[in-house]
């Protein structure tokens, strides 16, 4: 189950973080400003939080199988209807129905994560999910690449070919997973009593004492909505991812913008980029592990260090020049970091509130995550279009596209320092 959600998440991201490489060839061909075109990534990801609000809870009420393979379906759809843009409302409208299609895999597919692995080792379990997440970012930035520079097409094909993979991914996923052990004749990993006795004995933030199989039956949406948005230790934890989501989703959009530059066609610095990717999802899977062995499942630990962590690399990152070898380096630590939190910050949902309403934290705490993410977008594309420098390698002047660096390294040490109000 582990494996076959994995597999199918592993394509998701070919659905939703491409549109950074398309960026320069829609300015250049529909004459869409920087700023405008950071709008379609708020628009994105805010109709992603408010699915994921939506869509985590149906992931409690209906199984997280059929959402997540539905939703790999309808992203590939509106991905193809979004090639066939011609201008803003085209292109618009499209890209935010394909953002809350795409938050029918998160949460759902968490949901089938919780039931099937115990607490004491959801980090690595999440942590493993992470890496496949990590490595759709990879693919999210290596397809665009082979479709502009290798197969020399035009942006639209950006939004045709990669997202076939996620078709696969859905259809793959419906057959083969099962939402609980029960099932497939397995017994439960949860025995709530003793989950709930070890919590405490760890000193680790609690859910309520009574806990899952009865909820199962007895809870309606509006009461785990009700104990979700009550659990204050749980609320910091989704502001603190909101700012981590921030930092995240600065990076993923606005760094391949940064390496592609004005001549995009020729740009070898492009391919320093997918740097950021693969440490993501190497980071990911760290995360998780560190989380579970070294600080021994208490969250906040890892949140806050490797946030602080990713803070540092991306200052380091607005100090050296475009193209710079040392680059690859610096932006692999700065994904590393920066994702590496991510295993942490969803294994809180079911130590915090059981797993019976994983669901719908999930959803809760990514709707906090992208609702924060869609502010910086624009924010990020109206500083660059506001400051311009020399470049020195064509002499041109180009838009300043480093400020992306500093306002990351801003909303990681905000998340740090929120993340230690999650301890007990």
């Known amino acids: 189950m582990l494996l076959a959600t994995m597999f199918c998440y592993l394509f998701y991201y070919t659905g939703r973080q491409t549109f950074g490489f398309a960026i320069p060839c829609i300015e250049e061909e529909?004459?869409?400003s920087k700023t405008?075109?950071?709008y379609f990534g708020t628009s994105l990801l805010w109709a992603y939080a408010i699915g994921q609000a939506i869509n985590g809870n149906l992931g409690?009420?209906?199984?997280?199988?059929?959402?997540?393979?539905?939703?790999?379906?309808l992203s590939c759809g509106f991905n193809w209807v979004v090639s066939f843009g011609v201008g803003f409302w085209s292109l618009f409208v499209p890209w935010t129905g394909n953002g809350f299609v795409q938050s029918m895999g998160w949460a759902p597919g968490s949901k089938v994560m919780s039931n099937w692995w115990g607490h004491h080792e959801r980090g690595k379990a999440f942590g493993f999910l992470m890496f496949a997440a990590g490595m759709s970012s990879v693919l999210a930035f290596i397809t665009p690449l082979l479709v502009l520079k290798t197969l020399d097409l035009d942006w639209r094909w950006i939004f045709r070919l990669p997202v076939l993979l996620l078709l696969v991914g859905g259809a793959v996923y419906y057959l083969i997973v099962?939402?609980?052990?029960?099932?497939l004749g397995y017994?439960?990993?949860h025995d709530d009593l003793a989950e709930d006795a070890k919590k405490a004995e760890d000193k680790e933030p609690v859910a309520e004492a009574v806990e899952d199989s009865e909820y199962d039956a007895a809870e309606t949406s509006l009461q785990r909505y009700k104990v979700v948005l009550s659990n204050w230790r749980f609320m910091a934890a989704s502001i603190a991812i909101g700012f981590q989501s921030s930092a995240r989703y600065g990076l993923l959009i606005w760094v391949p913008v940064h390496f592609l530059g004005k001549d995009w066609k020729n740009s070898q610095a492009a391919w320093i980029s997918i740097a950021l990717p693969v440490g993501m999802a190497l980071g990911a899977v760290t995360g998780g592990w560190i989380s579970d062995k070294v600080f021994h499942s208490v969250r906040w630990k890892l949140i806050s260090s490797f946030m602080t962590l990713a803070a540092i690399a991306s200052m380091i990152m607005f100090f050296l020049p475009r193209g710079h070898s040392a680059g690859i380096i610096i932006l692999f630590l700065c994904g590393f970091f920066a994702y590496g939190?991510?295993?942490?910050?969803?294994a809180l949902c079911p130590d915090l509130l059981g797993h019976s309403r994983t669901g719908t934290g999930v959803g809760i705490m990514d709707f906090f995550a992208y609702l924060f993410a869609g502010l910086v977008s624009p924010l990020i594309g109206r500083m660059i279009e506001s400051h311009t420098v020399l470049d020195s390698a064509t002499g041109a002047i180009v838009d300043n596209t480093?400020?992306?660096?500093?306002?990351?390294?801003?909303a990681c040490i905000i998340s740090a320092v929120i993340g230690l109000f999650i301890r007990r």
Do not use: C, I, N
């Not at 099962?178 to 099932?183: A, G, K, L, Q, V």
């Open 30 to 32: 529909l004459g869409l």
């Open 36 to 38: 405008t075109l950071g």
């Open 60 to 73: 409690d009420k209906y199984g997280g199988r059929l959402m997540m393979s539905l939703g790999a379906v």
């Open 178 to 183: 099962r939402d609980r052990p029960e099932d």
């Open 187 to 189: 017994d439960s990993p």
């Open 341 to 346: 939190s991510q295993s942490a910050f969803w």
């Open 402 to 410: 480093t400020l992306v660096f500093p306002v990351v390294a801003a």
